[in-house]
């Protein structure tokens, strides 16, 4: 049987969160009964070619937790769902995030059923670990030849969704020393994939015993990962919801 994808689910953020409702579209797009369950699930994209795409594991758990905790975006369970290009259910995720150390390899096939989730409303967050770089770009070129990863504007809503990062992501890990960098593609205006580079944004939403990261590093890591799913869920900068949205962001 032939497979047709959905287009991907999308939070409609104004009326469906003041519900408290994810706005997945749930039964009228014929998704599963455990994708229709109230509540955004994180998604971990799996992929090839023997890197680490499962570094990181507290990451998206803590990430879940925070955007619990300080927004009014329902989250239907904490801990992350593993989903490959090729899945059945890779549709049913608005958001994808991507991390690791090393070398990420795509068949031809996951390649362009990644592409097409994308050009259809999907979103890639991808955040290098310090050694996925030179493959990631790779598989960009891969999906998109005729594209090309660019820096995102200091003013993109990205950086300011939820708080505010007037000087782009924020540097949670030294290595080399260079400055943090976020990439992107767009389609017709649309961030579809955001790349974070030399900034080690999972790293920082990890445990505090993992990295001994400082608390003030971990929270600029959780404002930024916040942003990146606000944006994801609306193409947009989203309404102050808390009071500590509007305190100044670190950036």
């Given at each position: 049987?032939?497979?047709?994808?959905?287009?991907?689910?999308?939070?409609?953020?104004?009326?469906?969160?003041?519900?408290?409702?994810?706005?997945?579209?749930?039964?009228?797009?014929?998704?599963?009964?455990?994708?229709?369950?109230?509540?955004?699930?994180?998604?971990?994209?799996?992929?090839?070619?023997?890197?680490?795409?499962?570094?990181?594991?507290?990451?998206?758990?803590?990430?879940?937790?925070?955007?619990?905790?300080?927004?009014?975006?329902?989250?239907?369970?904490?801990?992350?769902?593993?989903?490959?290009?090729?899945?059945?259910?890779?549709?049913?995720?608005?958001?994808?995030?991507?991390?690791?150390?090393?070398?990420?390899?795509?068949?031809?096939?996951?390649?362009?059923?990644?592409?097409?989730?994308?050009?259809?409303?999907?979103?890639?967050?991808?955040?290098?670990?310090?050694?996925?770089?030179?493959?990631?770009?790779?598989?960009?070129?891969?999906?998109?030849?005729?594209?090309?990863?660019?820096?995102?504007?200091?003013?993109?809503?990205?950086?300011?969704?939820?708080?505010?990062?007037?000087?782009?992501?924020?540097?949670?890990h030294e290595h080399d020393g260079r400055?943090?960098?976020?990439?992107?593609?767009?389609?017709?205006?649309?961030?579809?994939?955001?790349?974070?580079?030399?900034?080690?944004?999972?790293?920082?939403?990890?445990?505090?015993?993992?990295?001994?990261?400082?608390?003030?590093?971990?929270?600029?890591?959780?404002?930024?990962?916040?942003?990146?799913?606000?944006?994801?869920?609306?193409?947009?900068?989203?309404?102050?919801?808390?009071?500590a949205a509007a305190e100044e962001g670190?950036?």
């Amino acid at each position: 049987m032939k497979r047709i994808d959905r287009p991907p689910a999308r939070l409609r953020w104004g009326g469906l969160l003041l519900l408290g409702m994810v706005g997945s579209l749930g039964a009228s797009c014929g998704m599963s009964a455990d994708a229709t369950q109230p509540g955004l699930k994180l998604a971990r994209l799996k992929y090839g070619g023997g890197g680490d795409w499962y570094s990181n594991p507290t990451s998206l758990p803590n990430l879940a937790q925070a955007l619990e905790q300080r927004t009014s975006i329902p989250i239907a369970q904490e801990s992350e769902v593993h989903v490959a290009p090729l899945d059945e259910e890779l549709f049913d995720y608005p958001l994808l995030y991507m991390n690791g150390h090393g070398q990420v390899r795509l068949t031809d096939g996951e390649a362009e059923r990644l592409r097409r989730y994308l050009l259809a409303g999907g979103f890639l967050f991808a955040d290098d670990n310090y050694g996925m770089d030179p493959s990631f770009r790779a598989t960009m070129r891969q999906l998109f030849p005729e594209r090309e990863l660019v820096a995102v504007p200091f003013d993109h809503p990205v950086y300011h969704a939820y708080y505010d990062f007037p000087n782009g992501p924020p540097k949670i890990h030294e290595h080399d020393g260079r400055p943090p960098q976020g990439l992107g593609l767009f389609d017709r205006g649309r961030l579809m994939v955001f790349y974070t580079y030399e900034s080690d944004i999972g790293d920082g939403l990890e445990d505090p015993d993992v990295h001994d990261d400082p608390p003030e590093k971990r929270e600029a890591a959780l404002r930024m990962a916040i942003n990146v799913v606000v944006y994801a869920l609306t193409g947009e900068a989203g309404p102050r919801i808390e009071s500590a949205a509007a305190e100044e962001g670190t950036g």
